[in-house]
């Protein structure tokens, strides 16, 4: 998460799905699930689509409509990911302004009518910066700003690993930007 800042405004770039990471896994789903396709045809047409994989050993039923229905399932898993991956879905920014006493919590969506999702809120309406802890198999560490008469807006990305560190120091700084207290310690 990139920042910057100065007296009056402070504001947080928000890391989307555009990462190394989907990228590759996309990939590799697009590839692997290709290869299950043409595998699963081949055992139907009786040629090999794919040069040094036989298929002769697979009969069509049922492994051949098996290893074409994963494929088929495959592809589209891939697909949606590497449209994820295009529209950077869930990036955005975190934008505290002082002097005009407004803030506004962007991210990017799916393509439709809800694609820009945008919530503006006055920093006299917001209570407090929260830090919700949940150890254990499935950890995770979520800062949000608790706003008076609405739920907890998160900051932070589902699945972004910060150290406990890290998180507290992003919490501090921001509580003592907007000059409001912290919760959730």
């Known amino acids: 998460m990139m920042s910057s800042r100065s007296k009056w405004v402070q504001v947080e770039f928000i890391k989307g799905s555009r990462t190394f990471a989907n990228l590759c896994w996309a990939c590799i789903l697009v590839c692997g699930a290709t290869g299950f396709l043409l595998v699963g045809f081949s055992s139907f047409i009786g040629k090999d689509l794919i040069p040094n994989i036989s298929s002769k050993q697979i009969a069509f039923i ?70 919700k802890t949940q150890e254990g198999l499935f950890s ?4 949000y700003l608790k706003v008076r008469g609405q739920r907890s807006i998160p900051l932070t990305r589902i699945g972004e690993n910060f150290t406990l560190d890290n998180l507290e120091k992003k919490a501090a700084e921001l509580a003592r930007f907007l000059r409001v207290s912290i919760e959730g310690f």
Not at 69 to 79: D, K, S
Not at 140 to 143: G, T
Request: a positive charge; charged letters at 20%; one cysteine or more.
């Open 140 to 143: 995770s560490r979520i800062l």
């Open 62 to 131: 049922p492994q051949g409509l098996v290893m074409c229905f994963y494929g088929i399932a495959g592809l589209f898993m891939g697909f949606y990911l590497c449209c994820t991956v295009f529209w950077d879905v869930g990036g955005g920014y975190n934008y505290f302004d002082k002097q005009e006493g407004i803030s506004y919590v962007f991210r990017w969506g799916f393509p439709g009518k809800n694609r820009r999702i945008r919530i503006q809120l006055l920093l006299k309406d917001i209570e407090a910066v929260g830090l």
